[in-house]
């Protein structure tokens, strides 16, 4: 009698998991708040009708593979999908793209990460503490420096506005560092312009057929039914041996079973429906198939899991952002300069908020559910989560049309992110006497240009190395400079940090330096390591002499109030010495003709060291400072700039130093 009791306890605990009423009650209390979506009656039948198809799954259980985060690739989209649009960039001609590689402000000459950029946004380590999205806008702005003093202005009061208030930095370098956390998952979206074969590849069937829905509420309701109908025939096993035990136990000792037994109370009910003229014999071979076909459906519903937890994943991490970026915007919105400056925040606040009008419905909809729905809380996918909602959110995040709704919030955060690590620079250089940072004085309405930086270091140079030097150019007679002296006596270094003082003066409103004031230049080009082009049929002195033109074409004819600010290091050593010099000769004294251009130039022809006679001072000479011993031999390389024409030559001394022999 017992026996047949727990035969009949197994098989009635099997036909509940697959009841409408109990699935029904189920699927009701999985949905309860998820209210962003209402529930909706589907006609989508919860039994496959394909039956061959069914008994595959079972016994053939779904194995699946799953990409990692797609940095490399999605970086690549990720760069032309939130690409910053023209209308944010200067449409003035102010430098052309060989001058930021000569100064490796974007890209290192020994590696891609030595860079200026780099050097200025890392605070802790040499990792900088920008996002991948803010590193290129960080990129965009260092390439395309800006002459309209407005805009200059701004940028550099944004930095201050973090600088003066270290209460509000430091909360919002928090928020940054989970923004940048969360940006992988963003990145990962990126390209996508719906739902791959690849990707249908690796789900399961009724995983792509939930995908394929429009209607929103439709998806919650077939996937969460489709998900109870699966993962419940691995609980009943469980569930009935348990329940056989303990109705086993009481049954012997004559017990009444706990009112509040609720699982064994439906069994009951079942129990006493049913007829007690059962065959053993079948209802054992029942629980023998389906523990067999256990395994099996476990494979199935593990698959299924897997599958919505890779979605989930990448949609908690999609939704962390945003989340991230809407108490970053709130908390900058409560800044009344900052509001003043970035007036885009607030109306990305109200984006965020759902309260944009201009925001499509798709939009409100998925952006309700990554704010508020706890299925993309911060954390690890759930097993508890509503599979509907992740493949909503997953649904359309990888529609491209919904993801560019969120692109003007990532173009407003990467502008953020770019002012507030700046002025965490700054605070970390703030008590330092070798690597000070300051805030640029603009002179307006001037009628010739000028150039004063006090105290200006290469951003390469560690603090425990960095040798500060001024200049002051055009203030009275003297516009430009001519720098002479030895091998390794540091004017390629001195030179690369005046111009990266003056580029990041027109980018940020900052420099490396302990104060500097300038007039905006329209034109900033360099000269420095200019190589042959075999490709172009261009050998070094011919690539020479095109570059010295394309200097020449683009600062030769400036309007009035327009200036120029020109750097050169050792030209026209491609062909010999004595036709180099003259023709050097020549073309520094054109130069020194345009009053509208400053110049800064280094050298070892003796010729042109006669310019400052010749222009009456307007270039003037400057030599790095070196101590020498009673033969002449360089004993100390000060790295400054003082004025005077260097005699020192210190090639045969390198040389020996080297070692080199013949």
């Not at 099996?296 to 979605?311: D, P």
């Amino acid at each position: 009698m017992h026996f047949k009791h727990l035969l009949l306890f197994l098989s009635v605990s099997q036909l509940v998991a697959y009841d409408l009423p109990y699935r029904d009650a189920s699927y009701d209390n999985m949905l309860k708040g998820y209210e962003l979506i209402p529930k909706t009656v589907s006609n989508t039948p919860l039994i496959p009708q394909d039956l061959a198809a069914m008994f595959k799954a079972f016994f053939q259980p779904y194995v699946s593979n799953f990409k990692p985060l797609a940095w490399a690739d999605g970086f690549k989209a990720g760069v032309l999908e939130y690409g910053i649009t023209e209308d944010r960039l200067s449409k003035e001609y102010v430098m052309d793209l060989k001058t930021p590689q000569e100064l490796e402000m974007v890209r290192g000459s020994s590696t891609d990460d030595a860079t200026v950029i780099r050097k200025l946004t890392s605070l802790s380590s040499d990792t900088s503490a920008l996002t991948i999205l803010g590193q290129k806008r960080c990129a965009e702005m260092v390439s395309m420096p800006v002459t309209n003093m407005n805009e200059l202005q701004t940028r550099r009061d944004c930095i201050k506005a973090f600088y003066d208030n270290q209460a509000l930095l430091d909360e919002v370098a928090v928020l940054l560092k989970k923004i940048k956390e969360a940006e992988p998952y963003i990145i990962d979206f990126c390209g996508r312009d719906g739902v791959s074969d690849v990707e249908k590849a690796a789900y399961p069937t009724f995983v792509i057929r939930a995908l394929g829905l429009d209607d929103t509420a439709a998806v919650v309701d077939f996937t969460n039914r489709l998900w109870i109908y699966n993962a419940t025939p691995l609980l009943t096993p469980t569930v009935a041996t348990a329940g056989a035990l303990i109705l086993a136990m009481y049954t012997a000792y004559g017990m009444d079973l706990p009112p509040n037994f609720a699982t064994l109370r439906i069994i009951s009910a079942w129990t006493m429906r049913a007829s007690w003229n059962i065959n053993t014999t079948a209802l054992l071979a029942q629980n023998i198939i389906m523990t067999l076909l256990a395994p099996a459906t476990l494979g199935t519903v593990k698959a299924i899991y897997n599958g919505i937890k890779h979605m989930q994943e990448r949609t908690i991490g999609y939704a962390t952002y945003m989340r991230a970026a809407q108490r970053l915007m709130a908390l900058i919105s409560e800044n009344p300069e900052l509001t003043r400056l970035i007036p885009d925040v607030e109306q990305q606040l109200r984006k965020l908020n759902g309260e944009d009008e201009s925001s499509s419905d798709t939009f409100f909809t998925i952006n309700d559910l990554l704010m508020s729905a706890s299925t993309f809380n911060e954390g690890e996918p759930s097993v508890f989560s509503s599979p509907g909602n992740v493949l909503i959110a997953y649904k359309y995040l990888s529609d491209k049309k919904v993801r560019n709704e969120y692109s003007s919030i990532i173009h407003a955060i990467a502008d953020i992110e770019v002012y507030a690590v700046l002025a965490q620079k700054m605070h970390a250089h703030a008590q330092s006497t070798n690597t000070p940072f300051c805030f640029v004085e603009f002179i307006e309405n001037s009628d010739k240009p000028v150039l004063d930086i006090q105290n200006f270091w290469h951003p390469f140079i560690s603090e425990k190395h960095a040798v500060p030097n001024s200049i002051v150019l055009n203030q009275e007679v003297t516009r430009n400079m001519l720098i002479t002296g030895p091998n390794t006596g540091g004017k390629s270094t001195n030179m690369k940090a005046m111009a990266i003082s003056v580029l990041l003066a027109q980018s940020f409103g900052i420099a490396p330096a302990s104060s500097m004031r300038m007039t905006p230049f329209s034109v900033i080009c360099t000269y420095l390591n200019v190589i042959d082009d075999t490709s172009a049929g261009l050998s070094l002195f011919k690539a020479e002499v095109k570059r010295v033109q394309e200097l020449m074409d683009a600062v030769k004819n400036l309007p009035a109030g327009k200036f120029a600010f020109v750097m050169l290091d050792e030209i026209f050593t491609g062909t010999s010495p004595d036709k180099a010099e003259e023709l050097s000769y020549g073309f520094m004294k054109k130069l020194s003709e345009l009053a509208h251009t400053i110049f800064i130039c280094a050298t070892h022809f003796k010729k042109l060291t006669e310019l400052e006679a010749v222009t009456g001072g307007v270039t003037k000479n400057y030599q790095v400072e070196v101590i020498t011993d009673a033969n002449g031999m360089v004993t100390k390389y000060t790295y400054k700039i003082v004025p005077g024409i260097s005699k020192v030559s210190s090639a045969q001394q390198v040389v020996e130093e080297t070692g080199l022999a013949f």
